[in-house]
């Protein structure tokens, strides 16, 4: 069917974190086809894998060393098949990671290329002249310290992006284009249903003397040039009934158009923008009116011509109860409500839909990031005592999210039977799967009432969507649009009661309550909600 996607919600699996079914502390694809039935009980439509492929496992899984093979943590390829089998009999599809900017320096190609520069894959990644002190520029990469590694053997360098493990590859060279070509019509073929395109819009750079002015990102964010290489991907996905979503950062809302539109290269996009990481340890919570005016843009820029992908979690970022929310049930309720029901097709991040919350980080040796442990490093260089390093560093780490999923409230959470990869959240007695199963209250229920309303009603995919209460700093409301129905969300995203005027238009309607997480609420000029109340309703009449 073409563009089921928009009717789709999608659950992103971190599979070292999700389930241990060999039980050796580390998640594998057995766990995720034992845990099938849980996923079809959520009711989501697909499932976002993180990279199982072979890996030395530098950055989890996004330093591939071989595209075609799985990692032995998560099983063999024959497990795969399984899964995707048992995942379509149960009427799941899957998305792969797709992690094609760069690869592991263990894998075959660059290992060919650090042999010297005659080597025939030498031009698979990207080498510029350098000496031990004297870098071919003074960019700097994401994970931190300079873009480029310097290699003895032929006095030069070569150039990343993240960590000096992940060689970045190059995409000028059409042999390399061709390879990774035909490794996606390998995947597609074996029935997989599309792709979550890492880091994407970091395949093309500008020339190496390119000087930055503010962005020190700027000489690898979608660069121009990228339309070629998109455009050839495009190509690819088009010939089967796929979807496709790719990580995009530094794609702005207004260009985001080009590359969602219905023959824009790919279907949808994560933007980045809306978890900037302002504040300081201690100031705490990002400002929901920066939230909102983000996410509203992209409402509006995308319209009804491009589409988004809606999401407040992922691997890479903290848990957003513990952001926006106050790590209650129901401000993680409040933020569902407040989410899913914009436009575009929403994911759910492992452990989102229990309200699950950061972690008590006691000392760098819980941390696994290597990015948090060069920022550490760094801070310390800069002075900061071990206690600030730590302090800083944990309060943003991505490894909030990479705790195991809290199956139970038993020993390591349900997740493995014997110590896992990271640590479990001390607070799994309390915020776990099982008791929300029984629970009719609870943050699962919510969600998956949620996910019933956008199934039930196309309307959320294809209605407008109208920001109302646009300066109020506590509450996130919109109205959902069509010429016949409308559809009311008010959210109070904070910890404290507030008043809110709704415009006469909107309070002059009769409308019916939709879902709640907390009383039964009435629509009127004047309402007063408490902390973290979600309302929805319908018009009537
Ligand atoms: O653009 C960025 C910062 O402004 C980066 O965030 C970048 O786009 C993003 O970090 C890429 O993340 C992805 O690729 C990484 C991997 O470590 C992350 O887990 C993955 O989500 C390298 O493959
Ligand atoms: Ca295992």
Known sequence: MNGWWKNAVGYQIYPRSFRDANHDGIGDLQGIIEKLPYLQSLGIDFIWLNPVYASPNVDNGYDISDYQDIHPDFGTMADFAELLEKAHAAGIKIIMDLVVNHTSDQHPWFLEAKKGKDNPYRDYYLWA??????MPNAWQSFFGGSTWTYDENS??????????????????????????????????????????????????????????????????????????????????????????????????????????????YLNMIFELEHNVREGQPGAERLNLLGFKKVLSRWQKDLGSNGWNALYVENHDNPRIASILGDE?????????????????????????????????????????????????????????SPEEALRNVTH??????????????????????????????????????????????????????????RKEQPFFADSAFELILKNHPQVFAYLRKTDTKQVLVLTNISRKPCRIDLPTRVANKNWRMLSTNAEQATVEKRIWMQPYDAWVFEAIG
């Not at 597609?188 to 002015?213: N, T, V, Y």
């Open 155 to 264: 006095g030069q360098a070569y150039f990343h992006v993240f960590a000096p493990e992940q060689p970045d590859l190059n995409w000028k060279n059409p042999q390399v284009r061709e390879e990774i070509c035909r490794m996606i019509r390998w995947w597609l073929d074996l029935g997989i249903d599309g792709f979550r395109l890492d880091a994407i819009s970091h395949i093309q750079k500008e020339p190496w003397d390119f000087k930055i002015s503010d962005n020190p990102w700027a000489p690898f964010m979608n660069v121009a040039g990228i339309e070629v290489y998109m455009q050839e991907l495009k190509e690819i996905f088009d010939a089967y009934p796929i979807m496709t979503v790719g990580e995009a950062s530094g794609v702005s809302s207004k260009k985001a158009v080009h590359w969602t539109k219905e023959d824009g």
């Open 328 to 384: 209650s049930p129901k401000s993680a309720k409040a933020i569902a409500t407040m989410y899913m029901l914009l436009k575009g097709t929403p994911f759910i991040y492992q452990g989102q839909e229990i309200g699950m919350t950061n972690f008590a980080f006691e000392s760098m040796e819980q941390v696994d990031a290597q990015d948090s442990h060069n920022l550490y490093r760094l801070l310390l260089d800069s002075g900061a």
């Open 129 to 134: 002249d350098a000496t031990e002190n004297k």
């Open 396 to 453: 943003w780490t991505r490894d909030h999210s990479r705790t195991p999923l809290q199956w139970d409230g038993g020993m390591f959470g349900g997740f493995s039977e014997l110590l896992p990869w990271m640590a479990v959240n001390s607070n799994t007695a309390q915020v776990n799967i099982f008791d929300q199963e029984k629970d009719e209250q609870s943050v699962l229920n919510h969600y998956k009432e949620l996910i019933q309303l």
